[in-house]
């Protein structure tokens, strides 16, 4: 079994600053990419972001030049600044195996004064 587990989320004020962590455990081997989406109430899903064939980073565009991407072997990160009040949502980890994609269970973040 794979688990992903994100933290990190909480209540901030608009232009503030977050950073989510996910790590990865259990029975996931070789290479996996890990990415990040959102979805807010009444909303579909979106990206966030997520890494590219080409070697690049894919963000949202909403979310371009506020936000950041990072991985530390099973450990993804997203570091957010600026912070507005939609960018309130759930946020979700993925692993993407090629094979399978496995979800985390989300945390949520609050943007509001």
């Known amino acids: 079994q794979v688990q992903l587990v994100e933290s990190g989320g909480g209540l901030v004020q608009p232009g503030g600053a977050l950073r989510l962590s996910c790590a990865a455990s259990g029975s996931i081997f070789g290479f996996y990419g890990m990415g990040w989406y959102r979805q807010a109430p009444g909303k579909q899903r979106e990206l966030v972001a997520i890494p590219s064939s080409g070697g690049s980073i894919s963000y949202g565009d909403s979310v371009k030049g506020r936000f950041t991407i990072s991985r530390d072997k099973n450990t993804v990160y997203l570091q957010m600044n600026s912070l507005k009040p939609e960018d309130t949502a759930v946020y979700y980890c993925?692993?993407?195996?090629?094979?399978?994609?496995?979800w985390g269970q989300g945390t949520q973040v609050t943007v509001s004064s």
């Open positions: 993925t692993a993407d195996t090629g094979r399978d994609i496995y």
